[in-house]
């Protein structure tokens, strides 16, 4: 299993560039999140989907988009890039919170290994 | 509003001693914690995590500790390794509603681990 995986790597844009960003996820999770990390602020909330067809705003939604398809996949848009969307981005999912076996399965969440997203 | 935090951006801990590592929490209607471990350029990984029906969850090295009425938790590394320099992110879930399906993060604590 690759776990969860984030397409591209790495990014620059300018300002006024839209780009997507792509999560998937191979572990029939139904829950996805996207989040962002800046120096000194831990990780906040961007988007979330708790299923397919699904999405809701986390802490920090405003210039963003998501769209959730297909269950393994969660798509982070960008319609025009500004400097301060400049960040590193994560995506993680987790399991549905109907799943037996306690709270350790429902609430751990699965990261993928990033997107570091420069906007000139 | 800060409502998951780690007071200390930085920890130099010496190998061999006693890592702890702190976090602080405001919503008393969290009622499950977790820590991650991240390395440069990697995801967050979970590492361990504690119910709020307990006040201590251990595996191998590492134990949480649970003061619910402190509204406060730490991680203990014992004994530290080389390997476990990283950044240590807590975080907080709450069965509210009809789910659980948020994470709040702290803001981090980088560990170095001085041979």
């Known amino acids: 299993n690759a776990g969860v995986t984030q397409t591209p790597k790495f990014r620059v844009l300018k300002t006024g560039q839209s780009m997507t960003l792509l999560c998937a996820q191979d572990?029939?999770?139904?829950?996805m999140y996207w989040y962002r990390q800046d120096p000194g602020m831990g990780l906040r909330l961007i988007h979330y989907?708790?299923?397919?067809?699904?999405?809701a705003k986390g802490e920090v939604p405003d210039g963003y988009n998501v769209s959730r398809l297909k269950k393994q996949n969660f798509l982070l848009g960008l319609e025009s890039a500004a400097p301060s969307q400049t960040s590193v981005y994560f995506c993680?999912?987790?399991?549905?919170?109907?799943?037996?076996?306690?709270?350790?399965?429902?609430?751990?969440?699965?990261f993928g290994p990033g997107t570091r997203l420069t906007v000139l | 509003d800060q409502q998951v935090k780690q007071n200390s951006p930085s920890l130099s801990v010496q190998e061999g001693r006693i890592s702890i590592l702190n976090c602080d929490y405001t919503?008393?209607?969290?009622?499950?914690f977790l820590w991650y471990k991240k390395y440069p350029a990697e995801g967050p990984t979970f590492l361990i995590s504690?119910?709020?029906?307990?006040d201590k969850n251990e595996d191998g090295r590492f134990t949480v500790f649970l003061n619910k009425s402190a509204k406060h938790l730490s991680l203990h590394i014992v004994p530290s390794q080389p390997g476990d320099s990283a950044v240590y992110f807590c975080?907080?879930?709450?069965?509210?509603?009809?789910?659980?399906?948020?994470?709040?993060f702290g803001t981090g604590t980088r560990l170095t681990i001085i041979p």
């Open positions: 993680a999912s987790s399991y549905s919170k109907g799943l037996a076996g306690g709270r350790k399965n429902t609430d751990t969440q699965y």
């Open positions: 572990m029939n999770h139904e829950y």
């Open positions: 989907s708790v299923g397919e067809g699904t999405t």
């Open positions: 919503n008393s209607m969290f009622d499950y």
């Open positions: 504690i119910s709020s029906i307990k």
């Open positions: 975080a907080a879930s709450a069965w509210v509603n009809f789910g659980n399906e948020k994470l709040t």
